[in-house]
Structure formats: structure tokens, C-alpha cells
């Protein structure tokens, strides 16, 4: 009988550069998935885009565009865009 690898999924949240347009700036979101195996060796991965943010400095606010029909944690990408 053959042993089964034991693999686990890891699940990061990235922003990349940011993209400026006029005065306003934009932070391209995507999903970095990682399949591990149980020696914690990479087994695949992929990156998934996920939203935009748009940020609009003389407002102090920030807008959302997602890519996606998922529901995204507003409170992590603020948290990203503003660490930037």
C-alpha cells in the first residue's frame, strides 16, 4: 500500500507595485496559493489576481475593484496599501 503525502495549503495575500494614474494611485492584489507537503517542500503553486486599490490622496480614501466575486477582507488591504 502506498503512503499518502500529507499536503498543506498556504495562503498569502500580495500587493504589488503600485501603478500611478493622474493623481491617483493603484495597488494591483493578488492570492499567492502554496501546496506544501508534509516536509513543508513545495509541491505547486499559482497567483491568482485578486482586486485593484485605488487610492485617492486629497480625498484620504481608498476604493476596492474586485476581480473576483469573492468577498475580500477590507481590513487586510487597508492594512497592506497603507504599510506602502
Wanted: glycine letters at 4%.
Amino acid at each position: 500500500m502506498k503512503n499518502r503525502l500529507s499536503l498543506k495549503m498556504e495562503i498569502k495575500m500580495l500587493a504589488g507595485d503600485s501603478i500611478i494614474a493622474g493623481e491617483l494611485t493603484i495597488y494591483p492584489i493578488a492570492r499567492l496559493s502554496i501546496l506544501r507537503t508534509a516536509d513543508m517542500s513545495v509541491q505547486s503553486f499559482w497567483l491568482s489576481p485578486l482586486a485593484l486599490v485605488v487610492t485617492v490622496p486629497e480625498l484620504k480614501a481608498f476604493y476596492i475593484v474586485s476581480l473576483t466575486n469573492e468577498k475580500i477582507d477590507h481590513s487586510e488591504l487597508s492594512e497592506m496599501v497603507n504599510g506602502l
